[in-house]
T-cell receptor
Framework: ELKVEQNPLFLSMQEGKNYTIYCNYS?????LYWYRQDPGKSLESLFV?????AVKQEGRLMASLDTKARLSTLHITAAVHDLSATYFC????????????FGKGTHLIIQP | SAVISQKPSRDICQRGTSLTIQCQVD?????MFWYRQQPGQSLTLIAT?????????ESGFVIDKFPISRPNLTFSTLTVSNMSPEDSSIYLC??????????FGQGTRLTVV
């Protein structure tokens, strides 16, 4: 059974600081997703990581994937209040056509 | 990309009743997925809906409680049957376009009273 573990589950940080969210998964998967969710909203796709060593950046967020270590990171640079949200990582249970298994999510609060 | 429309966006239902959620995709897809997100929790896959065959349910979910229809390649429904307050959740449908990514509908926020 595929397990996806995120840490931390809760993070409170100051604006301007850097931090990293970690996502470990237990079995081989061909892609990894990062999503953002604001309260009461659906999921917003942030990144899709398709191969070992993949690195993607969008604004203050950068995601990377190490398939050998089964680890992905979401790095936040110089955080701003607007990045406050819950962040989920997810991987496919089997091949790319299967449903996703999600981590428990990281609830991020960025304080001015 | 894919655009997914879900209806209703929210509903408040009496316990013991059933609600059918509709999911329409703007392109033909082989599989559609239904997820549940309980309050304050992550998303959990309920079932995979294939056109022309029975849906495949994940552990802990059964067809009698969550019957699914998939009449064609762009549409699916999920019914939450004989509802109780524990069924209060957000229900989301999703599709995966091969070699791209997974796309989600806006979700249906269900409150059972």
């Amino acid at each position: 059974e595929l397990k996806v573990e995120q840490n931390p589950l809760f993070l409170s940080m100051q604006e301007g600081k850097n931090y990293t969210i970690y996502c470990n998964y237990s079995t081989t998967s061909d892609r990894l997703y990062w999503y953002r969710q604001d309260p009461g909203k659906s999921l917003e796709s942030l990144f899709v990581l398709l191969s070992n060593g993949a690195v993607k950046q969008e604004g203050r967020l950068m995601a990377s994937l190490d398939t050998k270590a089964r680890l992905s990171t979401l790095h936040i640079t110089a955080a701003v209040h607007d990045l406050s949200a819950t962040y989920f990582c997810a991987v496919h249970s089997g091949g790319g056509a299967d449903g996703l298994t999600f981590g428990k999510g990281t609830h991020l609060i960025i304080q001015p | 990309s894919a655009v997914i429309s879900q209806k209703p966006s929210r509903d408040i239902c009496q316990r013991g009743t059933s609600l059918t959620i509709q999911c329409q995709v703007d392109s033909q897809v082989t599989m559609m997925f239904w997820y549940r997100q309980q309050p304050g929790q992550s998303l959990t896959l309920i079932a995979t809906a294939n056109q022309g065959s029975e849906a495949t349910y994940e552990s802990g979910f059964v067809i009698d409680k969550f019957p699914i229809s998939r009449p064609n390649l762009t549409f699916s429904t999920l019914t939450v049957s004989n509802m109780s307050p524990e069924d209060s959740s957000i229900y989301l449908c999703s599709v995966v376009l091969l070699n791209t990514e997974a796309f989600f509908g806006q979700g249906t926020r269900l409150t059972v009273v």
